[in-house]
Each structure stands twice: as C-alpha cells, then as structure tokens.
C-alpha cells in the first residue's frame, strides 16, 4: 500500500468519528467549578486552623487558672495548718522589750550568801521605813544572827537615813546612820562614820546584849 491510500483512509476515519461531548464553554464552566471548590476548601482549612488556635489559647488559660487555684488553695490550707500548730498570738510571740524605766541592771540585787536578801530598791527605800542590807549585814555578823531577820526600826528618821534593827529575845538592837540630825532613845551610842556622817546605836528592852551598843558601834563606825 502506498503512502497516498493511507492518508486516504486516516482521512476518512477521522470523517466518521463521533462528535464531541462537551465545546469551549463547558470546559471553563467546569474550570470554575474547579477554582471555586478549591477555594472554598482553602477558607475551610483557615477556619479550622483559627478555631483550633482559639481553643488551644482558651485551654492554656483555663489549665493556667486551676494551676493558680490549686496553688493559692494549697498555700491557704499550709497557712491554717501553721497557724493551728502554733497557738501564740502574734504578742505572745514577739521578744520582751526593756522599757526606760526597767533598763536598770538587777546584778546588783541577787541574794549573796549570809544576806539579808533584800534588794538595792528595798533598800534605797525612806529612812527608818525599811532596812539597809548594808547596815543589817553588819550589824548581823555582830550580833552572830542571821541577817535575813532584820526588821525596820520603830521610830523615824530622815529619808537619806540607812537602818536596821534586831529582835533578840525581848532585846531590840538598833543602828541607824545619817547625815541630818537624829534625836536617839536616852542611852544611844553615837560615833562619826568613815564618811563623816552620824553613827547612832541602841538596844530596847531586856537581854544580854543590853549594854553592848557600845562595842557594836566601835565595830559599826569604820565600816560607814
């Protein structure tokens, strides 16, 4: 067969195929079918990455806010737990404070053995209205009594006066030393102190001391 009967039956071949099904406007209707699918798939992807985002943001937020509550819960249930273990008050727990009035040092006032226990305050107190530790200390270790059972003396003196007094029996022993003048009971030894002031000693009443002021208040005298 030659080239020319060949060309002859391709050509008629193609005369006696079909028509076509669809022309120009179906295909670019059916493009734009394609374009529109395709970007409405697009605006729904977006829409559910931004709903997504959203939830995740409020998810956060809320497991952040429990975190915070449970934590705030936790520190209020330790708080009422301590303060149950510990039934100070806030006054009971603060330190003791020194006012001006009790910033004196107490070393002073502690009982030395042999003592009449007295305190520097008791015995800084008006005159013959108290005991002198002092005085009584020494008057005691004459007397061989216990200096803790001084008494104050039944009479008064001025209030820069020092004195103490022991009951013997039925025998009162007295010594009283002050700078101002001091009107004694009838019988009263009276000598100058160390330091110049009036050394007064007297006994009342009866025992074997009775007449021995004399030796207490040589004794007495140097030590004032």
Request: hydrophobic letters at 35%.
């Amino acid at each position: 067969m030659d080239e020319q009967k060949l060309a002859d039956l391709f050509r008629d071949a193609a005369h006696d195929a079909p028509p076509a099904s669809f022309d120009a406007g179906d295909v670019r209707q059916a493009s734009r079918r394609a374009t529109l699918k395709r970007r409405n798939s697009i605006a729904a992807g977006t829409t559910l990455v931004v709903v997504l985002g959203f939830g995740g943001v409020f998810a956060a937020n809320g497991w952040v806010g429990q975190d915070t509550s449970n934590s705030n819960n936790a520190g209020s249930g330790q708080k009422q737990d301590n303060a149950a273990e510990s039934p100070m008050t806030p006054l009971q727990a603060q330190p003791p404070t020194n006012f001006a009035g009790e910033s004196k040092s107490t070393q002073g006032d502690a009982q030395t053995p042999g003592s009449t226990g007295l305190t520097t305050g008791e015995s800084a107190v008006q005159g013959c209205a108290g005991v002198d530790r002092e005085l009584a200390d020494a008057l005691a270790v004459e007397l061989s009594v216990p200096p803790d059972v001084a008494v104050p003396p039944s009479l008064s003196c001025s209030p820069d006066s020092r004195s103490a007094a022991f009951k013997i029996g039925e025998l009162t022993v007295t010594a009283i030393v002050t700078p101002q003048s001091f009107e004694a009971p009838a019988g009263a030894e009276k000598l100058k102190t160390a330091k110049g002031q009036d050394l007064y000693v007297f006994t009342q009443g009866d025992g074997e001391l009775k007449e021995q002021a004399k030796r207490f208040a040589d004794a007495l005298a140097p030590k004032f």
